[in-house]
């Protein structure tokens, strides 16, 4: 029971409103992970509490860093996930539809060539062709992406205000 104590206490190296939002929880957590070891060996319990006591030192130290350098934490939110909410960076959409376009316009090229050295058929402007499908491309992708968005935005809505008042580890103790 000393090394929940000793864990509580290593909690107050964070910051005080990330310790009211998450520490009640992290503790819990912490003591249902450690009760659940008590038949294992001394070196994977050995293990499990050099990697908690480390996790917390490291995200203390990310948490207070956060807050003096003002880059983003997982207190922006309330109830926030505490996982970044981007897998890769925002300019990547950009580079994306850039190399959509630059295949739209290969492919438009390689018709004209066709069409220019395989028929005497007259050959159609490339540019407006070009332009006509990736508008009707990015209409469609933009049409797709805001139908799913409104779904998942409808059901993390309504699912995060009822997990928000959830908290198991008070009903447990």
């Given at each position: 029971m000393r090394l929940h104590a000793l864990y509580r206490r290593l909690l107050f190296l964070y910051p005080a409103e990330y310790r009211q939002e998450f520490?009640?929880?992290?503790?819990?957590?912490?003591?249902?992970?450690?009760?659940?070891?008590?038949?294992?060996?001394?070196?994977?319990?050995?293990?499990?509490?050099?990697?908690?006591?480390?996790?917390?030192?490291a995200g203390s130290v990310r948490e207070r860093a956060s807050g003096v350098f003002g880059s983003q934490s997982i207190r922006s939110g309330k109830g926030g996930s505490m996982e970044s909410k981007f897998r890769f960076p925002r300019t990547t959409l950009i580079f994306m539809l850039l190399s959509l376009l630059v295949v739209v316009l290969a492919v438009g090229k390689a018709r004209v060539i066709v069409l220019h050295y395989g028929s005497n058929v007259g050959v159609p402007p490339e540019w407006p062709m070009a332009l006509w499908i990736f508008g009707q491309v990015l209409l469609a992708a933009l049409a797709f992406a805001a139908v799913f968005w409104g779904i998942f935005f409808a059901l993390r809505r309504s699912g995060i205000q009822r997990l928000e008042e959830l908290k198991p580890w008070l009903n447990q103790k």
């Open positions: 520490g009640d929880e992290m503790a819990w957590v912490f003591e249902r992970a450690h009760n659940e070891l008590r038949r294992e060996s001394a070196f994977v319990r050995a293990m499990f509490l050099a990697q908690e006591f480390q996790g917390v030192l």
